[in-house]
């Protein structure tokens, strides 16, 4: 998507380690115009699917999930990062480790929220190695829900979680996909 | 505003310890086109404050947050809670209060979002006694910027954190205000 990459590239800040810097209108700061216009571009690819449903985890996934339900004219529901290790019987689980800030989140859905009937859209604002991916997948499994597929803002692909997610069958769509990332810049796959 | 009281009616849940669950529509699962409705109520309240920017605080503030910032025209910033009580150099940050959770946190705004020449709302899925709000105020007046207000999906009014802030001379408007509530349901202020 041409405006998500023109802004990356203009107000984007790569950081040493493979850090990308998005505050300035993604994730502390917002541009809302350009949620709507990524929520836009996830219902071409994703229009057809029937998507009644969309599934991020907090906080930096809520906006455009839900600028998403929105344009798509349906619930979203966020995983809720857990301060317990004692899961309740009424929620799905799954343990999601934290590229950003180390060790291991356990995230939840409540079970009345996500359920057999659902087909699911994962959206976020991040695909690095994947791991909320994998971890928001496997709540949909435990719920019976069909995941249709993932609705990103930027991913890296160098970090390999998109690929990893792709080779085992899951439909995985980036607004922006970043090849390289160096001190000089960084470029778009082609 | 008539739709948000009778969806709380609907599908909140009155629970011990002066609790509203609205988990079904709210702060798990979340109705965009309520959050679209909310947003413009809050348009015409508010629409001729020259608002520039919409404040509020992870996590579950940002959903209504990102609508409101969409309706009003503007970005939207929200103050991240900190895991570390080294707070840099390069943020605005308060102390909170959490009602639900117990304990302090710590929130931060970045010093390059938030400044002397943005007119701020406010913008929260719920006001109980306040601490959020004074923590977000205490944000804008480190920043020099201007509150022109407070925009507040679900008051409760009966513990006193709106009173308080209106006494000090803050608008606060709230979608839906609820006077009491006791295991028989719950009553709106008239």
């Given at each position: 998507m041409k405006k998500l990459e023109e802004r990356i590239q203009k107000d984007g800040k790569v950081r040493p380690g493979g850090i990308l810097k998005v505050d300035n209108f993604l994730n502390h700061q917002i541009d809302p115009q350009l949620l709507y216009d990524m929520a836009q571009e996830l219902k071409r690819l994703y229009g057809g699917e029937r998507v009644n449903k969309i599934l991020t985890v907090e906080a930096s996934g809520i906006a455009i999930a839900a600028m998403a339900g929105y344009v798509f004219g349906c619930p979203l529901v966020f995983a809720k990062k857990s301060k317990?290790?004692?899961?309740?019987?009424e929620v799905w689980s799954a343990e999601v480790e934290s590229f950003t800030h180390g060790g291991t989140n356990t995230i939840v859905v409540s079970k009345e929220y996500l359920g057999a009937n659902d087909r699911v859209l994962i959206v976020d604002d991040f695909l690095a190695t994947g791991a909320a991916l994998f971890g928001l997948r496997e709540i949909c499994r435990q719920a019976g829900a069909e995941v249709v597929g993932a609705g990103i803002a930027?991913?890296?692909?160098?970090?390999g979680g998109g690929k990893k997610l792709r080779e085992e069958g899951m439909r995985v769509e980036s607004l922006a996909k970043i090849a390289s990332m160096s001190d000089n810049g960084l470029e778009f796959e082609k």
């Amino acid at each position: 998507m041409k405006k998500l990459e023109e802004r990356i590239q203009k107000d984007g800040k790569v950081r040493p380690g493979g850090i990308l810097k998005v505050d300035n209108f993604l994730n502390h700061q917002i541009d809302p115009q350009l949620l709507y216009d990524m929520a836009q571009e996830l219902k071409r690819l994703y229009g057809g699917e029937r998507v009644n449903k969309i599934l991020t985890v907090e906080a930096s996934g809520i906006a455009i999930a839900a600028m998403a339900g929105y344009v798509f004219g349906c619930p979203l529901v966020f995983a809720k990062k857990s301060k317990t290790k004692n899961i309740s019987d009424e929620v799905w689980s799954a343990e999601v480790e934290s590229f950003t800030h180390g060790g291991t989140n356990t995230i939840v859905v409540s079970k009345e929220y996500l359920g057999a009937n659902d087909r699911v859209l994962i959206v976020d604002d991040f695909l690095a190695t994947g791991a909320a991916l994998f971890g928001l997948r496997e709540i949909c499994r435990q719920a019976g829900a069909e995941v249709v597929g993932a609705g990103i803002a930027v991913e890296k692909a160098f970090q390999g979680g998109g690929k990893k997610l792709r080779e085992e069958g899951m439909r995985v769509e980036s607004l922006a996909k970043i090849a390289s990332m160096s001190d000089n810049g960084l470029e778009f796959e082609k």
